[in-house]
């Protein structure tokens, strides 16, 4: 990933408090796939996660932002849109928003002339680009605001347990068995 998102996988993960180990247990991977998914590179190209994976990541880990870190990273679509939806501080993000939205809201008379007959015509084009400027500046602001603020609320590490079945020195869940040495072994059918 860029420099502004080197090792987010891995950045979330620590930030909600799960070692390598626990995570990868908790999403049904190995440790090695979720080593992998964790060093993914744009530049490289390697090792990019499923999105199923990362809807999962972001579920355990408690971080929408992280999705929009990773469509950013990963869709030209996305980044070319979402582009201006960053971190930051709270007081920034919130004076940020409040900036935007009175920028909007100067501008709200001349568009409410322009769109009363359910139309733009030529004369009226400047305006409403500019309120269309504005109004999406606003919307990135909120976005801002919104995931800096669930990004400085503290994460609860949720724990779900799993079935562990025990047999003559194997730990089994739903998806591998091992054996207490660590070593992997393949389910008989």
Do not use: W
């Not at 929408?64 to 996305?78: A, V």
Request: proline fraction near 2%.
């Amino acid at each position: 990933m860029n420099e502004k998102c080197k090792g987010v996988l891995k950045t979330f993960r620590e930030r909600a408090g799960y070692t390598q180990e626990e995570a990868a247990c908790e999403l049904c991977l190995s440790v090695h796939t979720l080593s992998n998914y964790e060093s993914y590179s744009l530049e490289v190209r390697k090792h990019l996660p499923p999105e199923e994976t990362v809807l999962k990541m972001a579920e355990l880990y408690q971080s929408d932002y992280m999705k929009i870190l990773f469509l950013n990273e990963t869709n030209l679509i996305f980044r070319s849109i979402f582009s201006n939806v960053e971190l930051l501080d709270l007081p920034t993000a919130f004076i940020k928003f409040q900036s935007e939205t009175e920028e909007v809201h100067e501008l709200e008379n001349r568009m409410r002339k322009v769109i009363l007959d359910n139309r733009i015509d030529d004369h009226e084009l400047e305006v409403s680009g500019l309120f269309l400027k504005e109004l999406m500046e606003s919307a990135m602001s909120s976005l801002s605001l919104a995931f800096s603020t669930i990004e400085k609320t503290p994460v609860k590490k949720q724990h779900k347990t799993k079935k562990l079945h025990f047999k003559s020195g194997m730990i089994m869940n739903e998806r591998r068995s091992a054996s207490y040495e660590g070593e992997r072994l393949y389910a008989r059918g």
